[in-house]
């Protein structure tokens, strides 16, 4: 089990970083991004690592949340043997899912049930967290679409921010 400490959005057809952008279209490997909200977007990067993302558009409109970040919180041991280390459990994307065992057998997964849960987190301070642009994207790179918990040694990559004040997030989310 861990806190979700960095996510980044991908905003559907008109963003050009996303994997359903208007150039791309519905395809097989994009499927689950049309599904419903609550649902696990999970795709092979670079033909390594399993990454986890949240569908959060209605049905029909490809929007997801990659979850780049989790600061583990139980299960330290399961992650440790997972990942063939004791640190860096969770701390960027790849990470994510070897820890938390993501395959593409979780693609369009309900987040409201087992074997991985998402659920409500606890409040956080107003100003704590931080928005920068996207990590590795080679489209839209300038876009303010990454949100992470200031200052949490789990959050994957430091990048300046843009905005260190209000932002409408105020719950951190947990992995179970």
Do not use: K
């Amino acid at each position: 089990m861990g806190a979700v400490v960095e996510v980044e959005a991908y905003t559907g057809p008109g963003d050009p970083a996303s994997h359903a952008a208007a150039r791309i279209g519905r395809t097989r490997r994009n499927a689950s991004m049309f599904g419903p909200a609550g649902t696990a977007y999970v795709y092979l990067s670079y033909g390594l690592h399993w990454c986890l993302n949240v569908v959060t558009g209605p049905i029909g409109d490809p929007c997801a949340v990659l979850l780049r970040a989790v600061d583990p919180i139980s299960g330290l041991d399961i992650m440790a043997a997972r990942r063939g280390r004791e640190q860096d459990l969770a701390s960027g994307p790849g990470r994510v899912g070897q820890a938390f065992g993501v395959t593409d057998a979780l693609d369009m997964h309900d987040f409201s049930s087992a074997p991985l849960r998402l659920l409500p987190g606890w409040s956080i301070p107003p100003g704590s967290v931080d928005v920068s642009p996207r990590v590795g994207v080679s489209t839209a790179q300038d876009w303010p679409l990454r949100f992470f918990v200031r200052g949490n040694t789990s959050v994957s990559r430091s990048r300046r921010s843009i905005a260190a004040r209000a932002v409408p997030l105020r719950r951190a989310g947990v992995v179970a």
